[in-house]
């Protein structure tokens, strides 16, 4: 037995180990990365669940021009909601350019871009719209957590 088989021998074991140690190592990180993939999902669940919103009232104001509809939504929820991840369809077109406000006990804010973000519960977000349609509207709002409430008016 010369140093050829001796020298062999080593880098095997060290081939070994090293292969070993990156087997190791790839299977932790898939491991922890599917643990947080199903932590975040319980959580969204769990938001999901704790989420409830319902269209109070929808009005559609012919006298101006271009028309004005307004839909007034209470969070009847546990959670706070997102003001700006709320949106409104119309018709199932989505809708850009609305007015939102937050009824509180206290009184009305502006929200949105330029006011609050918080939609706590049992507040009302009334989201208005400044275009022309012919009735019936459906109205669809979709939050954050993806709760829907629809209603078509009248």
């Given amino acids: 037995m010369g140093f050829s088989v001796s020298g062999g021998t080593a880098i095997i074991l060290i081939a070994a180990v090293a292969s070993a140690g990156m087997l190791y190592t790839?299977?932790?990180?898939?491991?922890?990365?599917?643990?947080?993939?199903?932590?975040?999902?319980?959580?969204?669940?769990?938001?999901?669940?704790?989420?409830?919103?319902?269209?109070?009232?929808?009005?559609?104001?012919?006298?101006?021009?271009?028309?004005?509809?307004?839909?007034?939504?209470?969070?009847?929820?546990?959670?706070?909601?997102?003001?700006?991840?709320?949106?409104?369809l119309l018709n199932g077109t989505y809708q850009i350019n609305t007015t939102r406000t937050v009824s509180t006990d206290d009184g009305t804010l502006t929200a949105g871009a330029d006011g609050t973000d918080l939609w706590q519960p049992q507040e009302e977000l009334t989201i208005s719209v400044r275009e022309d349609h012919?009735?019936?509207?459906?109205?669809?709002?979709?939050?954050?957590?993806?709760?829907t409430a629809t209603e078509v008016y009248p």
């Fill in 134 to 147: 012919s009735e019936p509207i459906s109205v669809k709002i979709v939050t954050g957590p993806g709760v």
């Fill in 26 to 88: 790839t299977a932790y990180n898939g491991y922890e990365s599917v643990q947080d993939a199903n932590e975040i999902e319980s959580a969204s669940d769990l938001e999901r669940a704790n989420t409830e919103v319902e269209i109070v009232n929808v009005t559609h104001d012919t006298s101006v021009s271009p028309d004005e509809i307004a839909v007034t939504v209470r969070n009847e929820g546990s959670n706070s909601l997102s003001v700006t991840d709320t949106d409104l």
